[in-house]
DNA sequence: GCTTCATATGCCCGTCAAGTCATATACAAG
DNA sequence: CTTGTATATGACTTGACGGGCATATGAAGC
């Protein structure tokens, strides 16, 4: 239903994300390391599933996630353009050529696109 | 109040991200691009200002925006643990790594730790 | 069969956030 | 000072989501 961004939203849903990040875990795992009510692992844990953060494996009665990385890979893409704001060594370009877009304005540095 | 994350959840703030990450914007400007009412327009920007996202300048009645890096570099960074799943090359490799943490090769017997 | 363990799901409730509309503030121009 | 423009804010409504609890499903073992 949401949008991946929704998804991660909540904190407890990044938790088990980053848990599985570090490995496979079933329910009961996630349900003791989080110190959470059974039920509101399994709910997240849904949310996550049908957003295709996670896939679970049937494992007699336990049910193993996994992690699974599209979705967090959109979230990568997402941040492609925001990049340059951080990247430090072109940032103070960037900022100006940015600026360039409303003030024609020359301080210390004579540049040209 | 709510984290990084769940400022980020909201889609119009999302596009508002994307447009002052373009260039800076006067609210008006942004309205007009979002086509969506100026007070909703006003409250997103207030949401991101309050958690850093995004600056104001006073220009006359205007109010310009932009962006600020240094949320969405804690976004960048929480991603950190989870690039491994699709940094192609190692991916394998990785994966194979997580599963040693479970399973050598034990079929249908469950194990406590 | 019944019982136990592991997980999922349904229901109810409180909370919180976004949208809408109206109004307030601030500045500029005449 | 009045009017118009630009933005912020307040009140109110609505709807979604998470937590808690009870219950259902299902597989394993007796």
């Keep these: 239903m949401e949008s991946t961004f929704a998804i991660i939203a909540e904190p407890n849903r990044r938790s088990i994300l ?3 990040a570090a490995s496979e875990c079933s ?7 989080l110190r ?7 709910k997240h844990l849904r949310v996550l599933r ?6 679970a494996r049937v494992e007699a009665q336990r049910r193993v996630y996994r992690l699974r990385p599209e ?5 990568d893409e997402w941040l492609t353009p925001f990049r340059r704001f951080w990247t430090a ?3 103070a ?3 100006h050529l940015d600026r360039m877009d409303k003030t024609p304005e020359t301080p210390t540095k004579g540049k040209k696109r």
Tied chains: 1, 2.
Excluded: K, N
Excluded at 27 to 32: I, N, P
Excluded at 50 to 55: K, Q, R
């Design 89 to 91: 060594h072109v940032d």
């Design 93 to 95: 370009l960037e900022r």
């Design 18 to 20: 980053s848990l599985l």
């Design 27 to 33: 329910v009961g795992e996630l349900e003791t390391q």
């Design 36 to 42: 959470m009510p059974q039920s509101s692992v399994s």
């Design 50 to 55: 049908e957003a295709g953060f996670v896939e």
């Design 71 to 75: 979705p967090l890979m959109e979230v």
